[in-house]
């Protein structure tokens, strides 16, 4: 049931994100636009926005897969490996993704694609090396869980639209330096100049804010990824151990950055500065830096996951 309720509550939320998301474009292309007295500027953001949307939504997998220097492999190459996605792909009703794998030693793992029939699931040889077969199914179950429930769809689109968002509020921000000032003073009673710093305060603070609802949404979509995973192979433990020994691992993942960091099952980056670690939230004995910092975390604290793996009663 669980499964079946984050799936629509994934497919009506990637259509809420595609709305404010293009809200916000627009309002700043209007604003900039009135300010500049040039609606060319609108018909831009607009346009530049949808076609990114669309290049981005079905080529997604690629440019992620392309950025974390990924190799396809077939069955030959990892016959216990293949075994186990397709088996828990069976037992899950999903189509078999493509397999891929990164070469490096920080055990993490990923998912991506725009939906179960174009999906993939990318491990690093750490991983494969460092986990055994009864965690390594926890984590494949977890990665499933995010393509079975359209997490990847959801996590495409705000990526795509995260980064649509900065660009052009870098644009607008540099143009605003060459001109724009002079023309937003020639409108009556100051209108444009108020126009042109409300641009310029949406301009600013619109990334910060694209950001943030990003993350929100990776961190929740976590919890109910390790929740589904554990009901697909009916052993929580095995993905809690799994987290504990990625967690354990202070390997940075190299070809990590901050584009992708939220797509794997784990903070890729070093545990030293992850604002989830134990070291960090004892730090703060009265909880507020912890509840700040973690609003910018791309992934809930580990700990916390594995508590709730644990307690859970299958």
Same mark, same amino acid.
């Not at 309720?5 to 627009?26: D, H, M, T």
């Not at 189509?95 to 990164?102: A, D, E």
């Given at each position: ?91 899950? *009703? !999903? ?5 891929? /794998?990164?070469? %490096? =030693?920080? $055990?993490? +793992?990923? #998912? ?125 433990? *095995? !993905? ?5 020994? /990625?967690?354990? %691992? =202070?390997? $940075?993942? +190299?070809? #990590? ?58």
């Amino acid at each position: 049931m669980i499964t079946y309720q984050a799936i629509g509550k994934n497919k009506a939320e990637s259509w809420v994100l595609i709305f404010l998301f293009l809200i916000i474009i627009i309002a700043l292309g209007f604003l900039f636009s009135q300010a500049y007295q040039n609606p060319q500027i609108l018909y831009f953001a607009v346009g530049f926005s949808v076609i990114s949307s669309l290049i981005s939504y079905y080529f997604s997998d690629s440019i992620t897969l392309a950025i974390s220097k990924a190799q396809e492999i077939n069955r030959q190459d990892n016959q216990q490996l293949y075994n186990i996605v397709e088996n828990l792909c069976i037992a899950a *009703g !999903l189509p078999m993704p493509k397999i891929y /794998i990164i070469e %490096d =030693s920080a $055990p993490n +793992a990923f #998912a991506t694609g725009r939906d179960p029939k174009h999906a993939v699931i990318c491990y690093t040889t750490g991983i494969l090396q460092k986990l055994n077969k009864t965690e390594l199914e926890g984590v494949t179950a977890h990665e499933l869980s995010h393509i079975g429930n359209y997490d990847i769809r959801v996590m495409t689109l705000v990526v795509v639209l995260v980064g649509t968002l900065t660009l052009l509020a870098d644009f607008f921000l540099r143009a605003s330096w060459f001109g724009g000032r002079r023309r937003s003073n020639d409108r009556d009673g100051g209108i444009g100049q108020w126009l042109f710093l409300i641009g310029i305060l949406l301009a600013l603070i619109s990334p910060i804010i694209a950001t943030l609802i990003k993350l929100a949404v990776s961190r929740q979509r976590e919890y109910l990824a390790d929740a589904s995973g554990a009901l697909l192979t009916r052993y929580p433990e *095995g !993905l809690a151990s799994a987290l504990e020994k /990625i967690s354990a %691992d =202070s390997t $940075p993942l +190299a070809e #990590a950055n901050k584009a992708t960091a939220h797509l794997y099952i784990a903070n890729p980056f070093h545990q030293d500065i992850d604002e989830n670690s134990p070291r960090a939230q004892a730090s703060d004995s009265h909880g507020s830096r912890s509840w700040f910092a973690n609003m910018f975390n791309t992934h809930p604290p580990i700990e916390d996951r594995i508590k709730r793996l644990r307690e859970m009663n299958l």
